[in-house]
Nanobody
Framework: QVQLVESGGGSVQAGGSLKLSCTAS????????GAWFRQAPGKEREGVAA???????VYADLVKGRFTISKDNVKNTLYLQMNSLKPEDTAMYYC??????????????????WGKGTLVTISS
């Protein structure tokens, strides 16, 4: 069965960096879209970034220029490099995968599989 396992969350000060990882089993990022979503306390889930199987990436406006999505097809792992972090980036970050990135990251309807999340906390 498909499993997506996130790691790399933690607590950092504003302006700092974190790199999230998402390792997949029974699913290959070489043939699936991979994406990151986040949900802050009391807020709706929002898309962060997505990367097609062939490598094309798209970003939500809020993170453009600060976050970079990437993947290693050999390790079957999805990454999210987060720089210049702000307190408003505090959220649970979720890895997701689907047959393609249609609608992502603004919409999650194309995502068939989800991880359990990793918590990112940014202090001011």
């Amino acid at each position: 069965q498909v499993q997506l396992v996130e790691s790399g969350g933690g607590s950092v000060q504003a302006g700092g960096s974190l790199k999230l990882s998402c390792t997949a089993s029974a699913l290959f990022f070489s043939t699936f879209c991979g994406a990151w979503f986040r949900q802050a306390p009391g807020k709706e889930r929002e898309g962060v970034a997505a990367i097609e199987s062939y490598g094309s990436a798209v970003y939500a406006d809020l993170v453009k220029g600060r976050f970079t999505i990437s993947k290693d097809n050999v390790k079957n792992t999805l990454y999210l490099q987060m720089n210049s972090l702000k307190p408003e980036d505090t959220a649970m970050y979720y890895c997701a995968a689907g047959p393609d990135c249609t609608g992502a990251p603004n919409y999650s309807y194309g995502m068939d599989y989800w991880g359990k999340g990793t918590l990112v906390t940014i202090s001011s």
